[in-house]
């Protein structure tokens, strides 16, 4: 098992920045990869951006110039640092990790952004 935890969501003005957490519990943080998803209503939950075990960084085109994702192994957490919010980014977002060809997802933390 693999338990995944965001945090960090919340309400933010057009052009704010939220910096969204996801932590987990074990040893094996360091060897899983680590992906955030966001999931706007009516919509399908879309990739926003991913990070290896050895901390390559990738991102969907339209996050890219503005979404960070950074790892830190000693916390087991995985941040997505977001500037510059747009009211379009209101979404759950979600963490997912795969360990042992086992899929794993997170709760989801909503972040809402206001015009």
């Known amino acids: 098992q693999v338990p995944l935890v965001e945090s960090g969501g919340g309400l933010v003005q057009a052009g704010g920045s939220l910096t969204l957490s996801c932590a987990t519990s074990?040893?094996?943080?360091?060897?899983?990869?680590i992906a955030w998803y966001r999931q706007a209503p009516g919509n399908q939950r879309e990739l926003a951006a991913a990070?290896?075990?050895?901390?390559?960084?990738s991102y969907a085109h339209s996050m890219a110039d503005r979404f960070t994702i950074s790892r830190d192994n000693a916390k087991n957490t995985v941040y997505l640092q977001m500037n510059s919010l747009k009211p379009e980014d209101k979404a759950v977002y979600y963490c997912?990790?795969?360990?042992?060809?086992?899929?794993?997802w997170g709760q989801g933390t909503q972040v809402t952004v206001s015009s």
């Open positions: 997912r990790t795969y360990w042992r060809l086992v899929e794993y």
């Open positions: 074990g040893s094996t943080f360091s060897l899983l990869p």
């Open positions: 990070i290896t075990t050895d901390g390559t960084a």
